[in-house]
């Protein structure tokens, strides 16, 4: 990272600060992980994916996402270290306004949007992203509670997406687009696709139209889904109990 004045020191001790957090993190997902059945396990987007690079891209805020994207090789001033821990491995990629002026161009007012920053680096499939607040924030035990709360976040995703699916076998499609959305952040997609799915559900409704959750349209969606089972299920019980007398 590039920047002559980072609250991180000089480039190299930014470098190395964010490389430990991202260990650290990804150490505590794995961890985390082992504790999930194999197949929920085997559906974490970090533990799926092919190749795993980690961008840090300072733009006002920092951020730090893990993409499946290919992204070239480093030129001119870009900087890529390979790490791994416990058999997952990957890259970590950093930017900011010297090496990827973009970053500089965003606006005060969209520093902390997530798309925002995605748009200017043209990264697309993320698996996780998040702002960091450097110094303090940048710590093992911060690092420790981020990577454990992300494989919650994941597991309970895919374990949703796998109730959903199961219960609306005919609209699978719409489902997976549905989990993926939730996991880039495309919170408009997202909740498009909670009305197609539930939208004619009250509960489904009101948590779209707040629109300051991304997992509660999720479960909302589930729950809606198991009402919507459980009245099918009593109205044919109550139609074999009529055809029986």
């Known amino acids: 990272m590039a920047v002559a004045h980072s609250p991180l020191g000089s480039p190299e001790d930014a470098r190395a600060q964010l490389r430990d957090y991202v260990r650290a993190m990804h150490h505590a997902y794995i961890g985390a992980a082992r ?3 194999p197949g929920n396990r085997a559906a974490l987007p970090l ?13 006002r805020h920092l951020h730090l996402m893990a993409t499946a ?3 070239p090789a480093p030129r001119g001033q870009e900087v890529a270290e390979p790490d ?7 890259t970590v990629r950093f930017y900011d306004p010297v090496v990827l002026p973009e970053l500089g161009m965003i606006a005060e007012a969209d520093a902390a949007d997530p798309v925002a920053v995605r748009r200017a680096l043209g990264i697309s499939d993320v698996l996780y992203h998040l702002s960091v607040t450097p110094g ?15 494989v919650n976040e994941h597991g309970a995703a895919a374990r949703d997406g796998e109730s959903l699916r199961a219960m609306l076998p005919g609209r699978a499609d719409l489902v997976d687009e549905l989990i993926t959305a939730e996991r ?5 997609s997202l909740r498009l696709l909670a009305a197609a799915l539930a939208g004619e559900d009250r509960a489904v409704a009101d948590v779209i ?3 300051d959750d991304d997992a509660a ?19 044919s019980e109550h139609s074999d109990r009529a055809a029986s007398r």
């Open 69 to 71: 994207d290919r992204i």
């Open 84 to 90: 791994e821990v416990d058999g997952l491995r990957w």
């Open 184 to 188: 880039l952040g495309l919170h408009r």
């Open 217 to 235: 349209v999720r479960r909302a969606v589930l729950a809606a889904a198991r009402s919507a089972r459980a009245a099918n299920a009593g109205r």
């Open 209 to 211: 139209a707040r629109g």
């Open 47 to 59: 533990l799926a994916a092919r190749r795993v690079t980690v961008v840090v891209a300072a733009a």
């Open 35 to 37: 504790l999930l059945a």
């Open 136 to 150: 303090g924030g940048l710590t093992a035990h911060h690092a420790q509670h981020a990577g454990t709360a992300l």
